[in-house]
Every structure is written in structure tokens, then in C-alpha cells.
T-cell receptor
Framework: GAVVSQHPSWVICKSGTSVKIECRSLDFQATTMFWYRQFPKQSLMLMATSNEGSKATYEQGVEKDKFLINHASLTLSTLTVTSAHPEDSSFYIC???????????FGSGTRLTVV | DAKTTQPTSMDCAEGRAANLPCNHSTISGNEYVYWYRQIHSQGPQYIIHGLKNNETNEMASLIITEDRKSSTLILPHATLRDTAVYYCIVRGYTGANSKLTFGKGITLSVRP
């Protein structure tokens, strides 16, 4: 089946620094990928939709200058959390859409802790 | 906003069938019903999806009512490893409607 690889699985960074998270579709091409954030005991909240070769579409309330998304190829999307602060600490999850199988496959998530 | 409503939690005995209900009374004709589950601190795992007809795969069965306003996910023989949060999601086919919007889900606890 479809596989999505997300790295790193966890990261600890200092306040003010930037962190990049990678999401790769391993056995299919994904023109569309999605980035979610999940706080403890809450559901997944969609942050943005990433389209290959074009700008990402951000959900209301998500700062596009803080959460930079790049989808330069059909198999890779990256999320960069810029100038991270402790309130950005969360579980970040990516998803890739396989339009042939009409499926959405999720990565294993990245636990970000900002200290 | 999520277009589905699910009970907050339920439990079932190991080895028995788990029937997880979902209401989606405002579903449109071209919208799919997807089910995912999430085990603690992992990414969601795809279970099954359907449009109008009932569907079955190696993991579960999806029963959609004729008016499509509700559905039931059936895990035929629940095991302890099926303990997770299960999300019922309605998804459109194209454009902005093609994204998956998660509600609160239902927490299934399988007891020995």
C-alpha cells in the first residue's frame, strides 16, 4: 500500500530557531499534501494544503510566514516552523493524497518541543 | 468544520464485533465517507472508505444507510490492538472540498 515517510519523528529546539519537517511519499506521486497539527487530547487540525509547484493554501488563523511550506517535487513536501516558540510545541502530521488510488496516507508524525 | 457527529466513546469485549456509528446528515451526493483510526502518538491509519455501497476489506466493513445520512464501521473481531480513536470523515471530491477535516472521533476501548 501507499507509504508516507515523515522525518524527524521528534525534535527539540530552542526558542527563536527554525525547524524543518520533511514528508515524502515513497511509492506514489502526490500532487497534494496536507499538514496538520495536534495538541494533547485534541483532534487533528488542518494547517495547510500543499500543492506541487504552487503556493500552499493556509487555513484561517494559520500564519503563512511562520509555517513555511515547500512542495518542490511530486514526492516531497516540507514544513518549516520559523522562529519557534514554546506554544508551537505540538505533534505535526503530514498526509499525501494518491489520486490514482483515491487514498490519503499519513506520516507517522513529528513531535516538536520548543524549549 | 467537521460534517460528522460520533459518540465520544464506547467499549467492547475482545473477540466481539465493534460497531462504531457516525452521523453525517448533511452529506452531499458526491461526498465520500472515510474512516481512519489513530493509536496514541502515531499518524492516522486508513481503514476504509465508501460512497454509496457497503464496503468490506481485510480490516473492517462499512455500512452506509440508503439515505447516506449515517454509517457504521464494523470491526468483526475486535482485539486489544484495536483500541484507538476512530474518525469518521466526509470528504468532497475536488478542490477545497477534497481535504480531510477531522472531528473529535470516538475512542474505542477493547477490554480483555
Amino acid at each position: 500500500g501507499a507509504v508516507v515517510s515523515q522525518h524527524p519523528s521528534w525534535v527539540i529546539c530552542k526558542s527563536g530557531t527554525s525547524v524543518k519537517i520533511e514528508c515524502r511519499s515513497l511509492d506514489f506521486q502526490a500532487t497534494t499534501m496536507f499538514w496538520y497539527r495536534q495538541f494533547p487530547k485534541q483532534s487533528l487540525m488542518l494547517m495547510a494544503t500543499s500543492n506541487e509547484g504552487s503556493k500552499a493554501t493556509y487555513e484561517q488563523g494559520v500564519e503563512k510566514d511562520k509555517f513555511l511550506i515547500n512542495h518542490a517535487s511530486l514526492t516531497l513536501s516540507t514544513l518549516t516552523v520559523t522562529s519557534a516558540h514554546p506554544e508551537d510545541s505540538s505533534f505535526y502530521i503530514c498526509s499525501a493524497r494518491d489520486t490514482i488510488r483515491e487514498s490519503y496516507t499519513f506520516g507517522s508524525g513529528t513531535r516538536l518541543t520548543v524549549v | 468544520d467537521a460534517k460528522t457527529t460520533q459518540p465520544t466513546s464506547m467499549d467492547c469485549a475482545e473477540g466481539r464485533a465493534a460497531n462504531l456509528p457516525c452521523n453525517h446528515s448533511t452529506i452531499s451526493g458526491n461526498e465520500y465517507v472515510y474512516w481512519y483510526r489513530q493509536i496514541h502518538s502515531q499518524g492516522p491509519q486508513y481503514i476504509i472508505h465508501g460512497l454509496k455501497n457497503n464496503e468490506t476489506n481485510e480490516m473492517a466493513s462499512l455500512i452506509i444507510t440508503e439515505d447516506r445520512k449515517s454509517s457504521t464501521l464494523i470491526l468483526p473481531h475486535a482485539t486489544l490492538r484495536d483500541t484507538a480513536v476512530y474518525y469518521c470523515i466526509v470528504r468532497g471530491y475536488t478542490g477545497a472540498n477534497s481535504k480531510l477535516t477531522f472531528g473529535k472521533g470516538i475512542t474505542l476501548s477493547v477490554r480483555p
